[in-house]
């Protein structure tokens, strides 16, 4: 592997990083504090859009870590993003099968959200649908949901994932993840989602701009081969990988891509920060 060195910034994955669920992984507030004492840039950018950045903030907190709202990007803000570059808000109707991370977004930006059943009828003007069906990780996902989605993709409307995750670790162990819904309705509808969140390097660039780093000097830090590495290796920046989370070194051996550095947790990441030759300096 090469050299650990010149890592000026980190986008940072959060479940199977940080966290298991609602348990923080060991050596979470230590990481934090490296990366102050050190002065290393860092947004946390996740695929999880079912909590808002402030729930994030808090969630954080809970673990005894301080992190700015602005540090922390979703692909539920990362969709609404996208679609403002897409659409006028104004006159875009948008129907949601998720939660806070998702709506909040869109809402923020200015989207009309649509509710149940509500779906365009050709004999019926005054009956509008969504113009655009965004389906992020909904804990509170019904057959309502699920068939307002269907119904208002088969009647024409933009069908957007905010992310493909078909798995995701839990507490519990390992789940179903959003990728799992955007299949039912693929199946469904046959139309297949476009999809905003890692791997397509929509996030990490998103993230690149907000650090104000250069590629050569930051590097994606997850748990996901098909998703964190990948979107790095899309973007064309260095990455590592730790075995906390879905992806182990078996998957490695058969992966068509591979991270620049794989650690068994945060708390080797922290130690090779700490370790890095020359360390890192301020370029602001």
């Known amino acids: 592997m090469q050299a650990f060195t010149n890592i000026r910034a980190l986008i940072i994955d959060m479940d199977g990083v940080l966290w298991h ?45 301080t992190v700015d709202k602005q540090q922390i990007l979703t692909s539920g803000t990362a969709t609404a993003l996208y679609l403002s570059g897409q659409m006028s808000p104004e006159t875009t109707r948008v129907f949601v099968v998720g939660e806070d991370g998702a709506t909040q977004p869109l809402l923020e930006r200015g989207f009309t959200l649509t509710g149940l059943y509500e779906v365009n009828d050709p004999n019926n003007p005054d009956k509008i649908g969504a113009d655009v069906v965004v389906c992020g990780k909904d804990e509170t996902l019904t057959w309502a949901k699920l068939a307002t989605a269907t119904l208002n993709i088969n009647a024409g409307a933009k069908f957007i994932g905010t992310n493909a995750d078909t ?3 839990t507490e519990r162990g390992v789940t179903h993840g959003n990728g799992a819904i955007l299949a039912a309705l693929q199946v469904a509808t046959g139309v297949a989602p476009t999809v905003i969140g890692k791997p397509e390097p929509i996030i990490y660039q998103q993230a690149l701009a907000l650090l104000g780093t250069s590629p050569e000097q930051t590097v994606a830090l997850g748990d996901r081969l098909e998703t964190d590495i990948l979107g790095a290796v899309r973007t064309g920046i260095r990455s590592i990988m730790v075995l906390t989370g879905i992806s182990s070194e078996e998957d490695l051996k058969t992966s068509a891509y591979q991270p620049d550095w794989v650690m068994p947790d945060i708390r080797a990441v922290t130690q090779a920060l700490r370790n890095q030759t020359p360390p890192p300096h301020t370029t602001h």
């Open 21 to 65: 669920g609602t348990q923080a992984i060991a050596g979470l507030a230590d990481f934090f504090q490296a990366l102050h004492e050190l002065d290393i840039r860092y947004i946390l950018a996740t695929n999880n859009a079912s909590l808002t950045p402030g729930q994030y903030v808090t969630k954080l907190a809970n673990m005894g870590v």
């Open 167 to 169: 798995t995701l670790p």
